[in-house]
């Protein structure tokens, strides 16, 4: 075990690197992978799914076939073609777009980063929804930027808040809000079309840029999501998207698809954070796209999670006390639990961990550590069975909460 030591250089820090703390996410990780804990805390991809033999296969045509390219340095915007490929991707969800706006980024984490670098100095105010996703909020803490949450209900960001929290930050330096409209990390839930024409509308009245963070959209389990607010709107939306979630997140390939000044910007940051990025995987994600059923895999990995989903709501339903409720989420990873009142997710932790079950407490997804009431629980990782054996353990300790 790790000891905690004291840190002799806490002086030379520079005054950002106080924003840098751990995530509760992961310290919560190094219990929840013992074997006899079914952990419903992660957001890890399925990538067992895959047929790894085929990528195998593709990785070692890709290195007879292109090894000098693909283990020379590239450029910091990424490969043009894989950029072209990337177009027809978003143009799944109905996205408009040149693959000269289109920025290769190191999974979409390293967007947040490098469009926080460009953006944000300390103190100006990055508007999120509440609860928010938590590596995005370490980002904006790590740039020492002012998180102001705006409320959410389950369908999603609310237009008036946002408009009322726009007004009452008036004076303020409000760079940019921050939303992931679909299937959003941690609460499940997606923004509804008619939301998604207000918002855009009170953007446009209060000069607002959007950061639309979509990781999830194409993991979709009833039916087409409402567009992303990028495909109406390419102005004052920059576009995240990832293929961690719908090929292998351990391949750190993401993209950010930006208004051109914005973009010139973002290669520049791009150039210095990393010089180049990964021809390797650049051209694995390409090579996969070219030579995959792709669009077969992603129908595949859906039906995996929505089988998933389908279980943890049945468990949730058969087993959680009155007074629990949760989001029923349309795509994605995450359902969003609140306990019943008196109850707090946090202190609660340990006693499930003790049980056997790990979940991640609401008050990581705040940038103010509120959220005690609220955790966040995920059906993508674990089986079917594991899951109604988790969702059990968790009421168990829920219900002997309650009773206390
Ligand atoms: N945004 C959201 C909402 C996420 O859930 C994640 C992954 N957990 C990311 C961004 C980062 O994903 P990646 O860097 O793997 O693309």
Redesign the pocket.
Known sequence: METTRSDSHLDRYAARARGMVASEIRALFAVATRPEIVSLAG?MPFVSALPLDDVGAMLQHLIETRGAQALQYGSAQGDPELRERICEVMALEGITASPEDVTVTV???QA?DLLTRIFIDPGDVVLAESPS?V??LGTFAAYQADVVHVPMDSLGLIPEALRETLTNLRGRRVKFLYT?PTFQ?PAGVTLSTARRREILAIAEEFDLLIIE?N?YGLLSFDGHPPRPLRADESERVIYLG?F?KTFA?GL?V?WALAPHAVRAKLVLAAESAMLSHSNLTQLAVREFLATHPWKEQVKSFTELYRERRDAMLESLTAHMPEGTTWTRPGGGFFVWLTLPEGLDSKAMAPLAIANRVAYVPGTGFYADGSGHRHMRISFCYPDPTQIQEGVRRLAEVIHAEVDL
């Open positions: 957001g999974g979409s984490q947040l996703y590596g995005a992931i990390n963070d990781p990832s961690s997140s750190r993401g």
